[in-house]
C-alpha cells in the first residue's frame, strides 16, 4: 500500500477514535515522515520548512481575522443582545403560523451575521427557544433540529470562521495552479471576495428553512400575546443590524479589510453589550456607548463616501475622542460584571484550539506531498468520469461523508489542499476551468452539512449538552434529515446556478 495513502488511513482512524485533532493530524505526520526517511522514501530536508510555515500562519493577515471575529462573536453571546432579539421577534411572530420556529431562524440568521461562531450561536438559541418551541406542544426532535439549523447557519452567512480559513486555503490553491501554468503574477481569493460569494447561498438557505418552517407550522399560533416583559422591536434588532452594517458593509463597500472591519466589530460589539447593560441598571451614562456607536458608524460613512482628506481631520478627531471614551466606559462595565472576562478566557481556548489544528494540519499536507501525494491524487482525477464536473461532484460527496466523522477545521485542511488544485487546473467539456468562488461556495455549504449529521455533528453535540431530557439523541438525529436536504437543495441550485455565488463579487469588485 502507498505510504501517501497509509497516511491518511492512519490519521483518520486516529481522528474517529477521539484523540486531538492538531496533536493528531502533527504527530501523525511527523512519525510516517521518520519512518519513511529511515526507508529513503521521504526527504528528510522538506521538514526545514516547517518552522517558515508555522511563522507564516502566525503572521497570515488574513487567520488573524479569527481571532477578532471569535472574540467579537463571544461578546455579542455573552451581553445577551440574542436574548432581546428572540423575545422581540417572539412578540411580533407569535399570532402567525410557525411564527416561534420562524423567530428561532431568523435570531439565527442575525447571530450569524454579527457574530460567525456556530456554538455561541447554538448554545444561545438552545436555552433561548428550545424550552419555549417545547412548551409550545412541538415535537421535540424537530425542535431542537429547528435550533440547530438555526444556529449552524453562521457555517455560511459571512462572517463565518470557516469562510476565512477557507479563502486562505482556496488563496494558496489558485495561485498554486496559475504560477504552474505559467502566470507569475496570479489573482488571489480574498476574503471579502468569498463573504461577498456566500452571501446570496446563506440568505437562500435561510430562506429554504424558513419557507419550511411556514409550511410544516409545528407550532399553533397564539390567539393573543403571551404575557410578560415588552421588548422594544427596534432597539432589540437595532444592534445586530449595525453590528452587520459596521462589518460586512465595511467590507463588501470597500472601506475596510476584512481584519479591520474585524477590529471595528469588537468594538461595535463592546459598545452594543455595555449599552444594554447600561439602560438594564437605569445608569445615568447608559447613552455613551450609543453615541460612540453612533461616532463609529460616521467615521465609516464619512471614509466611505468621501474617502480621506484634510476637511474630515478635525471631524475624525473629534469622533474618535468620544468614540474612545465610549469603549473605556463600556470595558471598565463589561469587566466589572464579567462579561468581558468570560468571553476573553472563551477567545483564548477557541483561537488556541483553531490554530494548533491549522498547524497539525500544514504539517500533514507537507508531508503527504513529500510522500508522492499530490502525483497519487492528480492521477486520480485524470481517470475520473466526468471531467471536472465529475470530480467537483465526487470531492462534494467525500466532503460530505467526512461530515459524519471530522469537523469542518480538519476537512478544510486535510482536503482542500489535496485536491482543490488538481480541480482547478481540469477543464470541463467546453474548455472552461472552474471558478474557485464558486467552487469554494460550494464547499461551505458542504461542510455546513457537517454540523447537523450524526454521529458528530458540532451543532448536536452543543445542543445536547443544554437540552432536556425531552429530546433525546435518536429524536434529534431524527429531526435534522429533513434540514440537511434542505442544505443540499441549496447545495443544488449553486452547483446548477452559479451566479449565486459569482454574481455578488463581481458586482461589488469587477475593476
Known sequence: MPLDLLLVIF????????????????????????????????????????????YGIMTNPVLLAIPLFVFMGLIVERAGLADDMFA?????????RGGLSLSVT?????????????????????????????KRGVEPGYAGASVAAAGSLGQIIPPA????????????????????????????????DLFAAALLPGVL????????????????????????????????????????????????????????????????????????????????????PSVALYCLLIMLLLRGLLGGGAALVAVNAVLALVLVGGLAVSLSRLWRNGVLKSALEESVHLVSMIFLIIIGASLFALVFRGLGGDESVQSLFVDMPGGALGGVLIVLAIIFLLGFFLEFIEITYLVVPIVVPVLLATPFADGSTVDPLWLGVSIALVLQTSFLTPPFGVALFYLRSVAPAALTTIALYRGVIP??????????????????????PVLLFAN
Request: aromatic residues 8%.
Open 11 to 54: 490519521a483518520f482512524a486516529a481522528l474517529w477514535l477521539g484523540y486531538s485533532v492538531g496533536i493528531t493530524l502533527g504527530g501523525v505526520a511527523l512519525a510516517f515522515a521518520s519512518v519513511a526517511y529511515l526507508f529513503g522514501a521521504f526527504d528528510g530536508a522538506l521538514l526545514g520548512a516547517v518552522p517558515s510555515r508555522i
Open 88 to 96: 422581540a421577534l417572539n412578540q411580533k411572530l407569535a399570532t402567525r
Open 106 to 134: 431568523f435570531v439565527g440568521a442575525l447571530l450569524a451575521a454579527s457574530t460567525g461562531i456556530v456554538g455561541a450561536s447554538v448554545l444561545t438559541l438552545g436555552l433561548l427557544a428550545l424550552p419555549t418551541l417545547l
Open 161 to 192: 470562521i470557516v469562510l476565512i480559513v477557507l479563502s486562505d486555503q482556496m488563496s494558496n490553491a489558485w495561485q498554486q495552479v496559475q504560477l504552474e501554468q505559467g502566470n507569475f503574477a496570479p489573482q488571489t481569493v480574498s476574503v471579502s
Open 205 to 288: 438557505l435561510a430562506a429554504l428553512i424558513a419557507v419550511y418552517q411556514w409550511f410544516k407550522g409545528a407550532e399553533r399560533p397564539l390567539e393573543e400575546q403571551e404575557e410578560g416583559p415588552q421588548i422594544g422591536f427596534a432597539s432589540a434588532v437595532f444592534g445586530p443590524l449595525a453590528l452587520i452594517a459596521l462589518v460586512l458593509g465595511s467590507i463588501l463597500g470597500g472601506v475596510a479589510t476584512p481584519t479591520e472591519a474585524a477590529s471595528v466589530g469588537v468594538a461595535g460589539a463592546l459598545l452594543l453589550a455595555a449599552r444594554r447593560n447600561f439602560a438594564q441598571q437605569m445608569d445615568a451614562m447608559a447613552h455613551l
Open 483 to 504: 434540514f440537511v436536504a434542505i442544505q443540499l437543495v441549496a447545495l443544488g441550485l449553486v452547483l446548477v446556478f452559479p451566479w449565486l455565488a459569482t454574481g455578488l
